[in-house]
C-alpha cells in the first residue's frame, strides 16, 4: 500500500501555502479504506445466506377423471392391478391371479417386463388400489417407482415403428382406486 | 550510529480480494435467493414430505393453490394433535377474493394468509371459489409422508368433485442417487 502511512483511517494531509517551495511529489497509488464496504457487504451476504432455500420442492403431477362414472370394458389380461395394504405391504398381480407381495423397490422391473409383453405392449392398465389406513408416504414411493420405470418403457417403446412410420408414443393408462373389502379377502395373510 | 527502529502502531491489510469474493457470494445469494411467502413465514407446522427421485418438474410460482395436510400439534393454542387441512393461494389478489367470498367467516381468520384447520366442506366451497376466481389456478397436495392415505384420498375426491383434475403432489429430491 504506498502512500499510507496513517493506518486504517485517512492519511493526514499536510497543509501547504500557495506558495510553498516544497516539491510536490507525484501520487503513484492511493489507498481506499474499504473497511465499511466490506461491513455491509458481509452482512448483506449473511442475511441472503441464511433466508435463502435451495431446493425449491418438486411436484408429481397427477390427473383424475373428472366425475360421473362411465364404465369402460377392459380386457382381463390387460390389467395389473397393485395393492398397498395399511403396513405398507404392496401386493402384485396381473389379471385374475393371485395376488404376490413384492417389495416397492422391485416395483420398477416388474412394471417393466409386464408393460414391455409384446402382446400387452402400450395397452396395459395399472390400477392401484390403496388402504385408507396407509401411509401417504408409502403411496408416493409406489408412484415414484412406477414413474421410474416409465423412463426404460418409453425409451423401448419409441424405438419401435407404428403403420404409419412413426415411433411408437406411449400411453399410460393408470387409475387410483380404494381399497375394498374383497381386496382385503384377496390380500389376507399373506 | 544505528537507527532508531520506529515503533508500529498500527498495519494495512489489503482487503481487496476479500472484498472481491464477498461481492461474488454476495451476487450469488442475491439473484438465487427465494423469500418465503407471508404464509409460509406464519406457518407453525412442518411438513416432512415424501422424498422421491429427481424430477424436472418444479413447484409453479404463480397461480398455485396448496392444500397442506399436516399434523399439528396445536391450531390457535388448542392442542388437537391430528392430521389437519389448510389452504393457502398463492396470488395475493387471488386470496383476498376467494377469502371475502367465504360467508360466516370471522375475520380474524379473514385476516390470515392461510386458512387453517379447515372442514372438508369448507375445502370444497374454497376450491369452487377458487376455480370461478382464477380458472387458471393449478392446484397442489403438499401432504405429509406420516398421515393416513384416506386423508388425501378425501381431498382428491373433493378436488375430483369442483373439476379440479389435474393437479401435484408436493414432493422433496431425494438426496444421493
Not at chain 1, 4 to 11: E, F, I, Q, R, V
Not at chain 2, 18 to 24: E, G, K, M, S
Amino acid at each position: 500500500m504506498s502512500g499510507a502511512s496513517g493506518g486504517l483511517s485517512a492519511p493526514e494531509r499536510i497543509k501547504r501555502g500557495k506558495h510553498s517551495k516544497r516539491k510536490k511529489r507525484k501520487r503513484i497509488g492511493f489507498a481506499l479504506d474499504m473497511t465499511p464496504l466490506v461491513d455491509i457487504t458481509f452482512l448483506l451476504l449473511t442475511f441472503f445466506m441464511f433466508t435463502t432455500t435451495m431446493a425449491a420442492p418438486q411436484v408429481m403431477e397427477m390427473s383424475m377423471p373428472p366425475e360421473g362414472d362411465v364404465k369402460i370394458e377392459v380386457r382381463e389380461n390387460e390389467l395389473m392391478t397393485l395393492r398397498l395394504r395399511d403396513d405398507g405391504k404392496l401386493f402384485f398381480n396381473m389379471a385374475n391371479d393371485e395376488p404376490k407381495p413384492v417389495e416397492i423397490k422391485d416395483l420398477r422391473k416388474i412394471a417393466e417386463t409386464e408393460n414391455l409383453r409384446p402382446e400387452i405392449q402400450n395397452k396395459l392398465i395399472t390400477v392401484f388400489k390403496v388402504s385408507e389406513d396407509a401411509k401417504y408416504g408409502d403411496m408416493v414411493k409406489v408412484l415414484d417407482e412406477l414413474n421410474l420405470a416409465e423412463i426404460k418403457i418409453s425409451d423401448v417403446l419409441s424405438q419401435k415403428k407404428d403403420e404409419k412410420g412413426e415411433p411408437v408414443k406411449r400411453k399410460r393408462k393408470f387409475t387410483l382406486a380404494p381399497l375394498d373389502t374383497s381386496d382385503l379377502r384377496l390380500i389376507k395373510g399373506l | 550510529m544505528p537507527k532508531v527502529k520506529k515503533k508500529r502502531l498500527s498495519f494495512v491489510i489489503d482487503m481487496t480480494p476479500l472484498v472481491d469474493i464477498t461481492f461474488l457470494l454476495l451476487t450469488f445469494f442475491m439473484f438465487t435467493a427465494k423469500f418465503k411467502t407471508e404464509a409460509e413465514s406464519q406457518q407453525k407446522f412442518f411438513i416432512q414430505r415424501p422424498k422421491v427421485t429427481a424430477d424436472t418438474s418444479k413447484i409453479p410460482e404463480r397461480n398455485l393453490a396448496i392444500v397442506k395436510i399436516a399434523i399439528r400439534d396445536t391450531v390457535d393454542g388448542v392442542i388437537v394433535n391430528d392430521t389437519t387441512y389448510n389452504y393457502e393461494l398463492v396470488n395475493e389478489s387471488d386470496r383476498q377474493q376467494v377469502w371475502a367470498s367465504l360467508e360466516g367467516l370471522p375475520d380474524k381468520v379473514k385476516a390470515k394468509p392461510m386458512l387453517e384447520n379447515i372442514s372438508l366442506d369448507l375445502l370444497s366451497t374454497v376450491i369452487r371459489n377458487t376455480r370461478i376466481t382464477n380458472p387458471k389456478t393449478v392446484f397442489a397436495i403438499d401432504a405429509d409422508k406420516r398421515i393416513r392415505y384416506k386423508w388425501v384420498w378425501d381431498a382428491m375426491e373433493v378436488m375430483r368433485k369442483n373439476r379440479a383434475t389435474i393437479f401435484n403432489y408436493v414432493t422433496e429430491k431425494k438426496s444421493g442417487l
